[in-house]
């Protein structure tokens, strides 16, 4: 009985080591985010997480030092011993981390930063931002993701991307703001609508932030309507819309000669302004002061 006891303890030890060992540095900002906060919803709206992954990455972190974190009365927590240790501790953890990382980068080391945004960002400030990054001091190289909301933001969540410049979407958390833009509604030069028909559109597929507002719009507003294209490539729906397929709602940025408005034309409803954001994966050791300078200064320009 002894033995068995013995041996127990021996192999939860060597567990709890293991476990050390291997204490997330990611988890350890999580952490401090709530501490901070004071709200596991408040804190992962911060970091741009679900509260769901913010809970289960600090349940891991709990099982990793064998230690509960939180006491909690009700909704309400406040830190065990063992909680303000880890907080005080945390943060200087973290912040010797940081500058590591900061002394790494300036020692002259190129820094590749995975950036991910929407079609029609890349195609038209793709240029200006890959001359800015050279201009940084080390340079600042990135590779480029272009997808639609919901995909950047899953690779974001999964560590593929640690930059994200894109529309927000409603499954995930509003990043910073960098401007706000305005959809109009276009048509080819080509395109009659007696309105004894519905109305075709051309829009992004199924998943699209603002594909369900607009056709909820247009049915308030007593339209008929039918989707006769969808596709997130941009080009396929220019082209389709330049050659009389269907109307439908582009940003400035999106719209090409003989691309014409009409709105006024068709009564049409007014259309939402989409919000460019900025999210950062909270791990992600990349220069984030002069990434966002940058990227605030290239992608709020609207000229």
């Known amino acids: ?21 291997r204490i997330d540095i990611a988890a350890i900002r999580t952490y401090l985010e709530v501490c901070e906060h004071g709200s596991f919803t408040h804190a992962a709206r911060s970091l ?16 990793d030092l064998g230690q509960d974190l939180f006491r ?9 011993p063992a909680g ?28 590749t930063v995975r950036l991910g945004t929407n079609q029609s960002r890349a195609s038209q400030q793709c240029g200006r931002l890959l001359r800015r990054l050279q201009e940084c001091s080390p340079p600042i190289r990135f590779t480029l993701k272009v997808a639609p909301s919901r995909e950047l933001f899953t690779a974001l969540q999964s560590g593929h991307l640690d930059v994200v410049v894109a529309l927000p979407h409603p499954e995930f958390p509003r990043g910073e703001l960098l401007r706000r833009d305005q959809l109009h509604w ?11 028909e519905p109305l075709p559109l051309v829009l992004t597929t199924e998943g699209s ?3 369900p507002i607009v056709l909820d719009e247009l049915t308030r507003r007593g339209f008929r309507w039918n989707v006769t294209m969808s596709n997130n490539n941009l080009l396929a729906r220019q082209g389709a819309v330049v050659s009389g397929v269907g109307i439908a709602p582009m940003l400035p940025s999106e719209i090409v000669p ?31 002061d002069d990434l966002r300078e940058v990227i605030h200064d290239v992608f709020a320009d609207q000229s």
């Open 1 to 21: 009985m002894h033995f068995a006891r013995a041996a127990t303890k021996l192999v939860g030890d060597r567990m709890k080591e293991k476990n050390r060992e």
């Open 209 to 211: 932030p603002f594909r």
């Open 72 to 80: 909690w009365d009700r909704r309400r927590f406040a830190l065990t």
């Open 48 to 63: 741009g997480k679900t509260q769901s992954a913010v809970s289960q990455q600090l349940h891991r972190l709990e099982a």
């Open 258 to 288: 003989p691309m014409v408005p009409c709105a006024d034309e068709y009564s049409l409803p007014p259309l939402p302004e989409p919000e460019l954001c900025l999210y950062f994966r909270p791990s992600a050791n990349v220069r984030r």
């Open 84 to 111: 303000e240790i880890l907080r005080d501790y945390g943060a200087q953890i973290v912040a010797l981390v940081d500058e590591a990382t900061r002394r790494i980068e300036d020692s002259g080391q190129p820094v």
């Open 186 to 196: 276009v048509r080819g030069p080509d395109f009659s609508w007696s309105g004894d």
